[in-house]
């Protein structure tokens, strides 16, 4: 086979990575190409991840950077998607990155430390043994559907706390699915939003809720 086959092509910084990242750029370039370097020998990404890193994951994870205040808990951090991207932008939030595995746990360790990241805590753990009732906002991105997902993350928000959950095309589905547990974990407000609208990029779906 001609090796070159194999080879996936990178895709090259998008234009409104600056205007995302502001000064922070630099951060940001240096994280994707780690994950450029590393994300697939390490198991952390896919090889058909490659042609679409800064927009379908650096960028669509930096997009709900403005929503964040305090601090933040993200489950299942795994690459540091969206945990380390949020980190670069806000260094004004603290966060804290939960994963259970250790492989993923080191690389979240070792970014958090090379980039300089002092708002950032590596928990290697499962969401049913976070600290409970700590988080301002709670994160996840492809951790699980929202029937799953809900019971495990609305118990790491503090009362009056939020879950901001990413989500894709299937929300809408996901949210009738899970009318059950938005109710057992007393949510309120609700609702799904689009961000990223009007701007030069592929915009993210998120599952917005105030736990009670
Ligand atoms: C598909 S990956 C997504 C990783 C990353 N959030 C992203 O968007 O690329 C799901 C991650 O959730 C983690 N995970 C699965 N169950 C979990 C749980 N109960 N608590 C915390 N993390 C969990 C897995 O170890 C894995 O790293």
């Known amino acids: 086979m001609d090796p070159s086959s194999e080879i996936s092509i990178v895709e090259a910084e998008p234009s409104i990575a600056r205007e995302v990242f502001g000064d922070r750029i630099g951060l940001a370039r240096r994280f994707t190409a780690a994950l450029v370097d590393q994300g697939e020998v390490r198991g952390l990404i896919g090889p058909l991840e490659l042609p679409r890193l800064w927009t379908r994951h650096v960028i669509n994870c930096a997009l709900a950077a403005p929503l964040l205040h305090g601090a933040v808990t993200d489950v299942g951090s795994g690459a540091g998607l969206p945990g380390i991207v949020l980190a670069i932008v806000r260094p004004d939030v603290s966060f804290t990155l939960v994963e259970p595995m250790e492989r993923r746990t080191d690389w979240l ?73 938005i109710a057992r974990a007393r949510l309120a407000d609700v609702r799904v939003e689009e961000l990223g609208t009007g701007m030069a990029t592929e915009g993210t779906r998120v599952f917005r809720a105030t736990v009670n």
């Open 109 to 181: 360790q070792e970014q958090a430390s090379d980039l300089g990241l002092s708002n950032v805590i590596v928990l290697r753990a499962r969401a049913e043994e976070a600290p409970r009732a700590a988080a301002d906002i709670v994160t996840a991105r492809a951790v699980g559907a929202l029937t799953k997902l809900i019971p495990i993350a609305a118990p790491l928000a503090r009362r009056g706390g939020e879950l901001l959950l990413f989500k894709g095309a299937t929300v809408d589905a996901e949210v009738a699915k899970a009318q059950r547990a």
